[in-house]
């Protein structure tokens, strides 16, 4: 099976190749392509694109039977100024036009589009638990992931089938929130921000990972499917599990103003959030979940960087 993959750079597309490259053959567009060449080496094809030129993508979908889009301005790497924030936007939309649009014209389609997105969809603060038949919430994360996803929806009715991924706080060691969270507990700077009850709704890499080589190996998989950890838990819990394991304490609070004040929207739907997601279609499938448990998550991924 050929697999073409949009966004394979990041922190979750790095691992989701290194993983999948045993069993399929990987190809990968990247804007840019000397970086790409020189992460991936020779386990995968890095594919030339100008992210312009509809007929060139239509004929290179012709020889893919899995597109799987991760592509978008990273969400937490620079304040939301309003620049900021339609880059979060359109590059999301941009990519998403431009893969249905090739895939209409494409004379041989992909089979299968996973369409990444989050579970910033329900809402940064959800009042109950929030499933896959949930409704869109309220926020900037949620009108973004609402048109990411529709930016996609048209390929259904030309016959592909599409998965949409709605990932969870992806908890790893090479990017997003976990080695953040370690680098100041390390420092014995351990920090509540709020009151730490906030909901987190998490998955370990090796989940996301492994939910995504399900879903592409799961013919009757179709739709929605929310990838996070079955049992969600309060910041304080998280932050408390990395402290135990490395032994440190976590004794600061920055307080809700402060953190509103010094990152306004971005803190209250990164940091404050709070979102009780749960993975029910995944379960309800039988899908199992290496890490269902904090503690178990954060041990493997401390010992893991400690190697
Ligand atoms: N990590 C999480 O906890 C998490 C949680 C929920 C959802 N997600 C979503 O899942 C996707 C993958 O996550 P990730 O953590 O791997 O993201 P990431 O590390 O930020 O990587 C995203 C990739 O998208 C491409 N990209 C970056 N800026 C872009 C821009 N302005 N225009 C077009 N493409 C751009 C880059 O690939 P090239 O440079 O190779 O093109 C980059 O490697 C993201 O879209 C993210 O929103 C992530």
């Known amino acids: 099976m050929k697999i073409l993959i949009f966004g394979a750079t990041g922190?979750?597309?790095?691992?989701?190749?290194?993983?999948?490259?045993?069993?399929?053959?990987?190809?990968?567009?990247s804007r840019d392509y000397q970086k790409a060449k020189n992460l991936f080496l020779n386990s995968t094809n890095i594919i030339k694109w100008d992210y312009e030129d509809i007929n060139q993508l239509s004929e290179i979908l012709c020889d893919i039977d899995v597109v799987i889009?991760?592509?978008?301005?990273?969400?937490?790497?620079?304040?939301?100024?309003?620049?900021q924030k339609q880059k979060i936007i359109s590059s999301r939309l941009k990519i998403g036009r431009l893969i249905t649009e090739a895939i209409a014209k494409a004379k041989k389609r992909p089979k299968l589009l996973m369409q990444s997105s989050a579970i910033g969809y329900y809402g940064y603060m959800t009042p109950d638990k929030c499933d896959e038949s949930s409704s869109n919430g309220k926020g900037f994360l949620a009108e973004v992931t609402s048109q990411w996803e529709k930016s996609t929806e048209g390929v259904v009715k030309l016959g592909v089938k599409?998965?949409?991924?709605?990932?969870?706080v992806v908890l790893g060691n090479s990017g997003g929130m976990f080695p953040q969270i370690v680098k100041p507990i390390k420092l014995f700077l351990g920090t509540n921000l709020g009151n730490g009850k906030n909901i987190?709704?998490?998955?370990?890499?090796k989940d996301e990972i492994n939910a995504i080589e399900y879903l592409i190996n799961h013919t009757e998989a179709k739709g929605i499917y929310n990838l996070v950890a079955p049992k969600p838990v309060s910041s304080m819990q998280l932050n408390h599990a990395v402290g135990k394991n490395l032994k440190r304490p976590i004794w600061l609070r920055i307080p809700r103003?402060?953190?509103?004040?010094?990152?306004?929207?971005?803190?209250?739907e990164l940091l404050l959030?709070?979102?009780?997601?749960?993975?029910?279609?995944?379960q309800q499938e039988g899908f199992v979940f290496r890490y269902n448990d904090i503690d178990d998550a954060v041990k493997s991924l401390i010992k893991e960087k400690a190697v």
């Open 200 to 205: 987190i709704s998490w998955i370990h890499i």
């Open 162 to 168: 599409r998965v949409i991924i709605r990932t969870g």
């Open 257 to 268: 103003f402060l953190i509103l004040l010094l990152l306004g929207e971005m803190g209250k």
């Open 11 to 29: 922190f979750i597309g790095k691992e989701l190749i290194s993983h999948l490259q045993k069993q399929f053959s990987i190809n990968v567009i």
């Open 273 to 282: 959030s709070s979102q009780l997601v749960i993975p029910h279609k995944l």
């Open 69 to 83: 889009n991760l592509a978008g301005e990273n969400i937490a790497s620079k304040l939301w100024t309003k620049n």
